[in-house]
């Protein structure tokens, strides 16, 4: 072999070398990566070819695919799509996907790598391919219950089981109708998108765990309280200096209780006390006596600054550090600059509810094959405990305290103990935010809700405390 002859040859092989590694780094390690790539189309149109499969909440289909006689040959169609339309999210031809349609697209395309074997089966026996169900957590009559609770308030109320982490109902409103994006005419998913995207309303946001996190005001006091009664150094009997008004340290600023007077009418004021008629000026004291990173410590173990998912991302509350001791005082009753979401602040209250143990919320109750084969079964995983049982015992007593005889009264059910917390978080020269979390029975907690309410007109007492009890009557009464 002459010389030129041998140097096409190396050529050649290094191409043919060069062809082959990449050809199986492609096949072997960005199969997956490739395949969920928005831009990848033709994992797009294959979707719409195979029967996607269906949503479902208590055994009744609330997303399914329908078949059409089009290019795509199914149609996704959604029953009561604004209900549901927080929990479903939506599957477009060109505008991607959120909520469960989005998180288990794999499943329910029947693409994951748990269904290679019906994949393949499909292939060889000539069979359509069809994706997995997925049977949600959610309680169809707590869903209605706080569908209708919320009214015309732009808000969430989520609801939980504390024993399981089952969320039982998760609603965000102003909420979407997903028929609209599911259409199979490019122009007019487009056009749909565009309408809701410009909706000043925003009903994309999912409020309950991914839109702007909110100002918890005095439901974090939750927290505080937990904080200093599991640290050991408080109980409930523990006294505070109880002024109408305190100046903020190094500061011209002044803090005031939401009655604008004492907390009680005493010189001093014990914690308990404190908590029931949920007065600001003892916890931003208790606050600042626990210190910054106590109070921290206690945020994350409850799920601050975690990222979760329920299958879909969940957007991590903050408790950020504080630049001086009266951002940290503001910060111990839920004001400066904490935020969180809907689902966090029941997390807190579901933890209390459980004993001390937070359990991880999901949305997923199963995940089934086409032949009913269980790919993904029932799973309840702690999180984390957050606090003790003599601490969640305390604090249930408390918050029970502040259903009978505090700030948070209406949320009074007559013949159950309920416990609860209110909150009104201001917002800057913005209207106030309206909140309330708690649980029920206190004894043999069934639900731990939270409810959020946006521009708010009154207290959290009088616009989320009724919400959340209709909620809670709807489930106790099934």
């Known amino acids: 072999m002459n010389k030129e002859l041998k ?119 000539g069979q359509k391919p069809k994706g997995a169900s997925v049977e949600l957590t959610i309680d169809p009559v707590a869903q209605q219950a706080a569908w209708d609770a919320l009214g015309d308030n732009a808000g969430s109320v989520v609801a939980v089981n504390p024993k ?75 006294e505070f200096p109880n002024p109408p008004t305190l100046q903020l340290p190094q500061s011209t600023s002044t803090i005031s209780n939401a009655a604008d007077g004492n907390c009680g009418g005493a010189e001093t004021v014990d914690l308990a006390t404190a908590l029931r008629l949920s007065c600001n000026i003892p916890f931003a004291q208790l606050g600042a006596a626990l210190g910054e990173d106590t109070l921290s410590q206690y945020a994350e173990a409850f799920g601050f600054e975690r990222p979760l998912a329920v299958p879909q991302d969940v957007t991590p509350s903050v408790f950020p550090a504080t630049e001086s001791e009266a951002e940290l005082m503001l910060a111990s009753f839920g004001q400066a600059s904490v935020r969180v979401t809907p689902l966090q602040v029941a997390m807190v209250s579901a933890a209390i509810a459980n004993g001390g143990r937070l359990m991880e919320p999901t949305l997923v109750e199963s995940i089934r094959a086409p032949n009913l084969t269980v790919i993904q079964p029932p799973q309840e995983v702690v999180l984390n405990t957050p606090v003790s049982p003599a601490t969640a015992a305390t604090l249930t007593q408390l918050m029970v305290d502040n259903v009978n005889n505090g700030a948070a009264s209406n949320a009074r059910i007559n013949g159950v103990d ?59 009464n099934k």
């Open 418 to 476: 309920v416990a609860g917390k209110t909150g009104t978080a201001e917002n800057d020269g913005a209207e106030n935010t309206l909140w309330f979390t708690g649980f029920a029975p206190a004894e043999d907690p069934q639900i731990a809700v939270a409810v959020v309410v946006e521009n708010g007109q009154g207290f959290g007492n009088s616009v989320a405390a009724p919400i959340a009890r209709k909620v809670i009557e709807a489930v106790l």
């Open 164 to 238: 399981t982490g089952a969320i039982i109902a998760m609603v965000s409103k102003p909420a979407f109708d997903p028929n609209l994006l599911a259409v199979h005419d490019t122009t007019a998913v487009i056009d749909n998108y565009n309408t809701l995207l410009s909706d000043p309303g925003r009903p994309l946001l999912n409020r309950a765990i991914a839109g702007d996190l909110y100002a918890p005001g005095s439901v974090f006091k939750l927290v505080t309280a937990a904080a200093a009664i599991d640290s050991g150094q408080y109980t409930p009997e523990s």
């Open 7 to 125: 140097r096409v040859s190396a050529i050649v092989l290094i191409m043919f070398l060069t062809l082959f590694t990449s050809t199986t780094v492609i096949a072997v390690f960005q199969t997956d990566n490739l395949r969920v790539d928005p831009r990848n189309t033709r994992t797009l149109y294959a979707s719409y070819s195979a029967e996607r499969g269906p949503i479902l909440v208590d055994g009744g289909a609330v997303a399914e695919s329908t078949p059409v006689d089009d290019q795509y040959k199914f149609l996704r169609t959604y029953s009561s799509p604004e209900l549901y339309s927080a929990v479903t999210g939506y599957f477009t031809l060109n505008q991607g996907n959120s909520g469960v349609e989005g998180a288990l697209n794999d499943y329910l395309s029947g693409t994951a790598n748990a269904q290679f074997i019906d994949q393949l089966n499909s292939i060889i026996t």
